[in-house]
C-alpha cells in the first residue's frame, strides 16, 4: 500500500480488517491489544509477516488499519459541506469573541486539510 494516490483528493480513513485480508506493509490505526489489555502493537506499525504471524498465534481476528481513500470531485465537495456544517453547528453560539472564531478557523482548517 503505498498511501500516496498521487491525485491529491485522498485522505486516510481506518478500515476493520480480518487477519486474512492483511497485506504485510499495511499500518495500524490503532493498537492490537491482547485479552489482557496488553498492547501487542502499537498504532502506526506496519505489518510484516513475523508480526501476521505472531497475531494469528495469539487469537487477533481482526484489526483497525489505515486506508487511503480516493475521493472523486463531488465527493470531496460533499465530505467538505459537511465538515462546514458540523463546524459551524458546534459554533452556533460562539458568537463573535476572537477567541472562539480562532478556534474555528483553525479546527475548520485542520479538518478540511484532512480531506487533502
Do not use: W
Not at 458540523?86 to 474555528?104: C, Q, S, T, V, Y
Amino acid at each position: 500500500m503505498n498511501g500516496d494516490s498521487g491525485l491529491g483528493n485522498g485522505m486516510k480513513t481506518s478500515k476493520r480488517l480480518a487477519l486474512d485480508q492483511l497485506e504485510t506493509g499495511m499500518a495500524l490505526a490503532q493498537d492490537v491489544l491482547d485479552a489482557g489489555g496488553g498492547c501487542l502493537l502499537a498504532q502506526g506499525a506496519e505489518l510484516t509477516e513475523a508480526t501476521l504471524a505472531s497475531l494469528r498465534r495469539r487469537g487477533v481476528d481482526h484489526v483497525m488499519v489505515l486506508a487511503e481513500e480516493v475521493l472523486g470531485t463531488e465527493q470531496r465537495a460533499a465530505r467538505e459541506a459537511e465538515v462546514r456544517a458540523r463546524i459551524e453547528r458546534l459554533f452556533r453560539k460562539a458568537g463573535n469573541d476572537p477567541m472562539l472564531l480562532k478556534l474555528h478557523a483553525a479546527i475548520l482548517q485542520y479538518r478540511l486539510s484532512v480531506l487533502d
